[in-house]
């Protein structure tokens, strides 16, 4: 009744969602008096499988075909069902994300397993199997009753801290049978987006509104995030008027994020934008307006004009560091 979980990475790093996943898992295990198994799908160096050890996996199955490092969905989904079967798990754990989302669905067909996505806690096992899950955009909460054997559980970021055990791990090369049906899809082309950290994964974002007045002054943003060590975002009208590129849109229709911080700055904090942030861990809010709806929803606010607080936090977490 092992507990399997499925590891993303990106050009061989593994993802900082999928080590939350496996300290999720490893956490479930541990309730459940089972072991925390992990599959990684391509290539993966042995420095990356150490973390995933040190997150809680007590062994690794590693298929290394390389036709696997592009992320073709139906690849994914054959060669983790294969590992699945033969580890004999009953539970399959992965990060909320794009590529989890369509493998994870792919998977609850090929397994008939039960899948809940969204997933905001531990599972409650004092009376079955029930799982609490974030519903409408992240403004309520269910509570989900799993009574199938197999199950597949999709969390969301920063739910759970990253464990440190700090324990060796085992790695077993696993080789899967994968025909051309597997990559009938084929990817042809990936545009990446720009900028040092992935806005997805970003740890902390800073955001910039239209209370920045213009293009020209991003400065003082990317001043900030470079200080922080974070990914640089904006809200959907900055980004309809071209003063920022789109793929930094957050929000409902843009990209959906779960910092440990979000700081937005200069953003009124419309419903859409909320959608897009509310899984953040702590939201400061800089604006000078106090009566900016998006003051409702932050755990800290600055009352002030961004272009004279900016410089100030900046130099502050500069000296800091």
Not at 19 to 37: P, Q, R
Not at 75 to 92: K, P, W
Request: proline residues 3%; aromatic residues 6%; charged residues 20%.
């Amino acid at each position: 009744m092992a507990v399997l979980i499925y590891l993303e990475h990106e050009e061989g790093a593994i993802k900082k969602s999928s080590l939350e996943a496996v300290s999720y898992g490893k956490t479930l295990a541990e309730s459940l008096g089972t072991e925390a198994l992990a599959v990684g799908l391509g290539s993966i160096s042995t420095g990356e499988w150490a973390h995933v050890g040190h997150a809680g996996a007590s062994k690794g199955y590693h298929v290394t075909d390389e036709r696997l490092n592009a992320g073709v969905i139906l690849a994914h989904a054959a060669a983790v069902s294969q590992v699945f079967e033969h580890a004999g798990a009953e539970i399959l754990v992965l990060a909320k994300s794009s590529l989890g989302d369509a493998v994870a669905a792919r998977l609850s067909v090929k397994l008939q397993a039960a899948l809940v996505s969204n997933v905001v806690a531990l599972p409650d096992l004092s009376d079955g199997f029930q799982v609490k899950r974030s519903i409408f955009t992240g403004k309520a909460f269910a509570v989900t009753a799993v009574k199938t054997p197999k199950k597949i559980l999709a969390i969301k970021k920063n739910i759970l801290d990253i464990r440190q055990d700090r324990h060796d791990i085992t790695i077993e090369k696993f080789a899967v049978t994968l025909g051309e049906k597997a990559f009938s899809a084929k990817i042809t082309g990936t545009d990446k987006a720009e900028g040092e950290i992935s806005l997805p994964e970003a740890d902390i974002v800073v955001s910039g509104g239209r209370g920045l007045k213009g293009p020209e002054n991003w400065g003082i943003i990317e001043d900030l995030a470079k200080a922080f060590g974070a990914a640089t975002g904006c809200s959907k009208p900055v980004s309809d008027l071209n003063w920022r590129p789109h793929h930094e849109h957050v929000g409902q229709t843009g990209i959906k994020v779960s910092p440990s911080l979000y700081v937005a700055v200069g953003i009124s904090g419309a419903i859409q934008h909320l959608a897009g942030v509310n899984s953040s861990k702590k939201i400061l809010v800089i604006n000078k307006d106090p009566d900016a709806p998006f003051f409702k929803s932050a755990d800290y606010g600055v009352v002030g004009d961004a272009f004279e607080v900016l410089p100030k936090l900046t130099e502050a977490i500069k000296a800091i560091k």
